[in-house]
């Protein structure tokens, strides 16, 4: 796998970034994000949270990179950090969910962060809209009024800006599995192919501007170390109260279903609708553990992944 670090980051630059994260995630939580969970908890669970962060001027892919990182690491018999994250200026092979081509050419934002879950397993399903809710903030806080299309493509205008792919990996040598989220944000681009046209946009062509990969980057990256600490910390105050995960007020979830907009909406729900029709249901919304509540013909059915695309 051809790599490089040059050109987009300056050698040694890991350092100033992460510098860079950390101030800003402080800054975030000054703000006292939720003010029903602990301050002071919140700020120990975000020292450090991204413990690695490896930066390529270009990279094929950067999900196969993190995978190999972490199944090497395992065969010496050692764990991978909980968090790391890995970023380059351009792909050159990038997929999409069904492996769907992922055009990610200079001027993009392109990220894979692998996740050790901390969560109980039946809440572990409220990382992807961790991730997709990130992105949505990062865009609020530079002026961009972003949506959500579940689980994870973020809009502008309704056209898709953001795409999130995850994906979980079992380490034999250790036992232990991983999560990993790639990143793609269409930032400093002019146009797109034919295919992408009708679909597509970017944070230039939206703006009519152009703006800095890297502090875009440490936005969402500050963010995304929030929100993961959020739902951390809520999980352990329902553990600690002895509050039930459906009736407690999840601060993500939350976050999420104000920019999905789900609720009594018409969709067309399949797992790969570029190449299927489909099937029409009436969107109810989030269900407590992240999936998508469905409704056809008076039945309810609850959906944990698939795509939708909204007819109304």
């Known amino acids: 796998m051809e790599m490089e670090q040059e050109a987009f980051f300056k050698k040694g630059e890991e350092e100033t970034l992460k510098t860079e994260l950390s101030l800003k995630i402080q800054r975030l939580l000054e703000r006292k994000p939720c003010h029903n969970l602990s301050a002071e908890n919140l700020e120990k669970r975000s020292r450090g949270f991204i413990e690695r ?3 390529f001027g270009s990279a094929s892919r950067l999900m196969p990179m993190a995978e190999e990182a972490i199944r090497e690491t395992a065969r010496s018999g050692r764990s991978f950090p909980s968090c790391a994250c890995w970023w380059a200026g351009v792909l050159s092979q990038a997929r999409g969910r069904m492996e769907r081509t992922w055009w990610s050419p200079e001027g993009g934002l392109y990220l894979c962060v692998s996740l050790f879950p901390g969560l109980l397993a039946e809440n572990q399903q409220l990382y992807p809209l961790a991730f997709g809710l990130s992105a949505c903030h990062s865009l609020m806080d530079i002026g961009f009024s972003p949506r959500i299309r579940w689980i994870n493509d973020v809009l502008l205008s309704g056209k898709k800006v953001c795409g999130i792919l995850s994906q979980s990996i079992s380490v034999r040598d250790t036992r232990e599995t991983y999560l990993l989220f790639g990143i793609g944000l269409n930032v400093n681009i002019a146009s797109f192919p034919s295919w992408l046209k009708g679909s597509s946009t ?13 502090s875009i980057g440490i936005g969402f990256l500050s963010r995304l170390v929030v929100n993961l600490c959020l739902l951390h910390e809520w999980e352990a105050w329902c553990l600690k109260e002895g509050v039930d995960f459906i009736h407690a007020r999840n601060p993500v979830l939350m976050g999420y279903e104000a920019l999905s907009r789900l609720k009594d909406r018409k969709v067309l729900y399949g797992h790969d609708l570029e190449r299927e029709k489909g099937t029409l249901f009436v969107s109810r919304g989030i269900h407590a553990d992240g999936s998508i509540i469905l409704e056809s013909s008076g039945t309810i059915f609850k959906m944990n992944t698939g795509e939708i695309r909204f007819l109304d």
Do not use: Q
Not at 202 to 214: M, N, Q
């Open 53 to 55: 962060l490896y930066l």
């Open 202 to 214: 970017s944070l230039e062509l939206e703006s009519g501007k152009r703006w800095d990969v890297k």
